[in-house]
């Protein structure tokens, strides 16, 4: 027998930087002409059936114009989109046009595309650089902090992907204004979440500013987003592999998924987690982690931001206890709850514990209240 | 315009151990039991048509003798297998069975085998730990250093995969028994490459006990797989990411890989290098890097292994030549060789240069040579 051992031990700098701001596409080439990715001179636009007229196909443009090679991979819009077919669309598409190993992706949408770019990139040619180009809101911190990517299978929602960090985020607000209302409120749920838990000043900010959020003011718009995603950095950055501190932004979401699912996805994300944030803060009040009145002004918010506060009269509500159950924090069958603690804080349960077991009955009692 | 820089600084720890002895399944178990992966419980053994009843099944008996809850997952052996369907089938197998992030994944076979497990862990659940378990001679340097996984695709081969390095591999010589004999040549192939380029007195040894190493001589054995493992770190610890060093790796397979493609496969991979390892000597002595009796050696030590070194009638010396311009080293439409100088060396061509420019008359000129 022999054995041999392999050192291989290696300091890994992932760092990037999140611009934001109004239209940015100009920025990106001159980023790029100004060596962000060193010496690659072939660039991937990967986008969706929506994105591509509005910002796609205005990068490529610009690449071309600046003496790059660049072409644009183009998938259909929507959740269903995101597997390994269209992966495998994109890279075939990739492979067929010359691309290999001396490019980089460029992710121009919403996070569907973002998750799905950032994933071909992980794999292509064993790894090539990305950048995103995130124009919504909800992709404003989805997409820009954390590293996460993946596709969905049929048993299994973003549990094929890898951990893989941009080489830069551009964040267009500007983008935001082509958004349809439903979706911009959507994300604004997860904007509120963030607040919640974890800045009490950012709070208040948004009770003061939806209006101006929900018109695309350009100055609240870029707050909201920088905030956004300095929050999730806060929380991720202690974290990165999501052992304990992430699970905070699950705030929310145990109800939440479950409503989302039942509903079959009548519901977008976004309002399925304004009425779990409706029943996390009841159940926080009932924990004596919140009063009632800021119980209120949690609800306050999402109904200010024209989401939905309760549980709509055709999800049965017994079915909806049944699917508390598959959230992933369940530990030996026991339901858990992240609880946000006053308004701007997260209740904690020993070192490392942010989610505290909730008996059936308890989480029933709340689903009934709301 | 606001801006967020977010520091992504760490150090990565993937080193491993590469146990090398006859029949380690056991042994394998033991390690697990004593902590190789932590607390992990559950295991995906994944294998191929050949594998299965060879070593799969009696590593997934043993684990679930050891308490553990283990499954085997097979797929069709053989080079047409590595590909994103069968991916996709030993992901979606997995999750049905209940896989989810708390499992590893065991890879038990050769090449292919472990090139996709190791892939496949790369990306279930964003990434879970994974082992290899090598059962040929050829995997036995490939599966074991260099983390290198991947699928082949229609457009490309082994352009959609990982870097991705094992928590510890096991090299099984008594498995190489059960190889054909035309296989285990094949292997002995790139085994006499690692010596060329790096190792004299290896050379030697292999010159003096190459039978003993077909007859699969226990300690024969174990020291040969020692010896490529050991070699291969070498070269690849101080060159992870394919920049330079890595390059002298493909000695003999400029001309080798085109035979076996213009080949149509006929030739296995291993046939094809030693073809193209007997074009490279008489390259090499043209340019002064070898003698006459060092070509002799280096082609004598193929012929005893019982592989070809000459070019099969059937091949089409004119196509061949066209066909070396799709070798990945090809620079601005240029060829380049890497060069053995001597016996176990390598000639350089200036700071980090390992591959030398060469016209295509020369190139001709040697493949009608041989």
Redesign the interface.
Known sequence: ??????????????????????SLEEKLVEDIKAGLLGGIKKFAVVTDSNVKDLHGDKIVDLLESAGYMAKIFVFEAGEKSKT?RTK?YV??AM??AGF??DCAIIAVGGGVVTDLAG?VA??????IPFINYATTLLAAADAS?GG?T?VD????TN?????N?PKKVYIDVAAWKTLDMRQLRSGVSETIKHACLADKEFFEYLDEHMEDLLNNDKQVC??V??KN??IK?KVV?QD?RESGLREVLNLGHTVGRAIETVSDYELLHGEALAIGMAAMAHLSAELGFMTEEEVERVIGLYKKAGLPVSIPDYIDKEVLVKKLYTDKKVKNGQLRFVIEKGIGDIATFGENVYAKPIEEELARKIIYMI
Chains 1, 2 share one sequence.
Request: include cysteine; charge should be negative; charged fraction near 25%.
């Open positions: 027998m022999s054995v041999l051992n392999l050192e291989l031990i290696k300091t890994v700098d992932d760092s990037y930087q999140i611009e934001i701001g109004f390994r495998e890279e075939d492979l067929e290999r190993r994933f992980g794999t292509f040619g064993r790894g902090v996460k993946a299978t049929p048993l299994a549990l094929i992907g890898l951990f960090q870029e707050h987003a920088l995603c300095s950095y950055m990165e």
